[in-house]
């Protein structure tokens, strides 16, 4: 399949809108910048960093579910959301109807963790490494305290931990701090992520990555 590049996204011969890899990466490295060069070590400037750099992510999977939802629609069998009637009726044709599921499933994944969006990948047969998926859904909750409870570990954080690695790492109450060092770690973990899962989807659906 031949690529062609359009702004955020990619097509193939038809039109089919795919995630632009390369556009997702130029955001990464201008999080590096900032990091690497600026004076500013102030605690409010890297969590905001932190949780942008989550929600790059975050917003990658997502296209990429609707993605994959589109071109291999027995994946998400098992994740389709309730179509009424009304939209059954109001549909133009079989992909106006097609469109309104993969749009309500990636509104319903949105709101779902990290883990979840894990889990719909192995479904969809694209297995990651059990350290990198360990370490992804610690950088989830990581980003999720740091939002919701000033940082600071609580029951909810352990539980979610609780089948991975990580699981005796920390305790209710400690402090997540949001470092230098933990924004360019857990940045090298994410970029690791998406380019594997990239390489993987491509393999799967005998795509041809653009870069």
């Not at 109807?97 to 894990?118: H, P």
Request: net charge neutral; hydrophobic share 40%; with cysteine.
């Amino acid at each position: 399949m031949k690529f062609v590049e359009d702004g955020d996204f990619y097509c193939d011969a038809s039109g089919t809108p795919i995630v632009n890899y390369c556009y997702f990466k130029s955001n990464f490295f201008k999080i590096d910048s900032l990091i690497n060069f600026t004076t500013t070590r102030n605690t409010t400037y890297l969590k905001m960093s932190y949780i942008y750099l989550y929600t790059l992510l975050d917003e990658y999977l997502l296209k990429l579910i609707g993605f994959i939802s589109r071109i291999d629609m027995r994946t998400m069998i098992k994740y389709i959301p309730n179509i009424s009637i009304k939209d059954v009726i109001e549909a133009q044709n079989r992909n106006d109807l097609v469109g309104k599921i993969v749009e309500q499933l990636i509104y319903k994944m949105g709101w779902n963790s990290m883990q979840d969006k894990i889990e719909f990948f192995e479904n969809c047969g694209i297995g990651l490494d059990d350290t990198l998926v360990d370490n992804l859904i610690l950088i989830g909750e990581k980003r999720n305290i740091i939002v919701h409870n000033q940082g600071v570990v609580n029951y909810d954080f352990i539980k979610k931990l609780s089948k991975t690695h990580h699981k005796d790492t920390y305790k209710v109450n400690d402090t997540i701090e949001t470092t230098v060092d933990m924004l360019k770690a857990d940045a090298s973990v994410m970029k690791k992520y998406v380019e594997e899962i990239y390489n993987a989807i491509c393999n799967k659906y005998s795509l041809l990555p653009f870069c």
